[in-house]
């Protein structure tokens, strides 16, 4: 058994560093994409980015103490429970900016003729601001005092004088504050906002489409083709979150409402490898879903990597024009 166990564990971690070296690589290019790409330079792609720095920070700083908590690394309870929070701070802070990117492709849709004036950059940096902030609160609330320092002080020889653990997440953090919280708080509900909010936008997309089919108009027709490809790619993005991170929550509500209940040491493996390997598959949906992004990743390489002549990127002008071409037209649609 101990074998078993160990072998395992030696899985485990081999995943974790390969997941870990993909989200770092992966989203530092999409960093740079958007740096080097100023088509990219729009609200939408400024929340991307901030996922994209929290999907870093995954790889860089929560795999490396995931592995040293699987070890059963033993700790000052505060210090295990700071890097335990850290995992709560970027974990929010993703599902945060995600919200924006669907509140944010919302009003393009909605109000496509005044979007421009209505969200500015500045208005789309304070929002990152907030989500950034509000994830600090949410994550950091078990350090003010909701965890499970006084349970494992009233269990007999749990915790000395000294507060040394064996660091484990489930051992320093509360799982009320886990589900009641964080759960049912700070996470069902965005993501049940956002499937709202992804439901309206596909049908005003479609209604449009419909309306502007029967009317003839062919540059509306691509302004919101183009709106739809980006909304099914962003809402693809959504749905990978959920699925790589309801599964450890659903683990979460049986441990607090069936503690009897046994969980296969391979299934809670399985549950931390989907939450992390979500931080390294934004990058893969961006490539294979939106093109600006593969031209860009495709230059990146060309050019940084293979040093050869990359092609110079595409003429911002055109699709400018063509976008002030459309929005008068849409103007006098809505009239």
């Not at 899985?11 to 088509?39: C, F, Q, T």
């Not at 995931?66 to 429970?81: M, P």
């Not at 003010?144 to 007999?156: E, I, S, V």
């Not at 653990?165 to 965005?190: A, D, H, K, R």
């Amino acid at each position: 058994m101990p074998e078993a166990l160990s072998s395992a564990q030696a899985l485990y971690i081999g995943m974790e560093v390969v997941i870990a070296v993909s989200s770092v690589i992966g989203n530092v290019m999409v960093v740079w994409a958007v740096k080097i790409n100023k088509s990219l330079r729009d609200t939408t792609f400024c929340f991307i980015v901030s996922l994209a720095l929290a999907d870093i920070a995954v790889g860089a700083l929560v795999i490396p103490l995931a592995i040293t908590i699987s070890i059963g690394l033993q700790t000052h309870f505060y210090s295990c429970l700071l890097v335990a929070c850290t995992v709560l701070v970027l974990t929010q802070s993703s599902i945060l900016a995600l919200l924006a990117i669907a509140i944010d492709r919302y009003l393009r849709v909605k109000i496509p003729t005044s979007y421009k004036r209505v969200v500015t950059p500045r208005q789309a940096g304070i929002a990152v601001v907030v989500c950034w902030t509000v994830a600090f609160i949410v994550g950091l609330t078990p350090m003010l005092g909701w965890n499970n320092l006084r349970n494992l002080q009233r269990k007999n020889n749990s915790i000395g004088p000294d507060l040394i653990v064996t660091c484990q997440f489930e051992n320093v953090i509360s799982m009320e504050y886990m589900v009641y919280f964080n759960f049912f708080g700070w996470v069902l509900p965005p993501l049940v906002l956002m499937l709202v909010i992804y439901t309206e936008i596909f049908y005003m997309i479609h209604k449009q489409l419909n309306k502007k089919v029967t009317t003839s108009h062919n540059d509306p027709n691509k302004y919101y083709d183009k709106e739809l490809k980006l909304a099914k790619s962003l809402a693809l993005v959504l749905f990978l979150f959920a699925v790589s991170w309801l599964p450890l929550h659903i683990m979460n509500c049986i441990t607090l409402f069936c503690p009897s209940c046994q969980k296969p040491m391979f299934l809670i493996y399985i549950a931390i490898l989907l939450t992390h390997g979500n931080s390294a598959v934004n990058p893969i949906v961006y490539a294979f879903r939106i093109k600006k992004f593969r031209t860009a990743f495709q230059r990146i390489w060309k050019q940084y990597f293979c040093c050869k002549e990359a092609p110079p990127p595409e003429n911002q002008l055109s699709e400018r024009l063509n976008n002030h071409h459309v929005l008068p037209q849409l103007e006098q649609n809505s009239v």
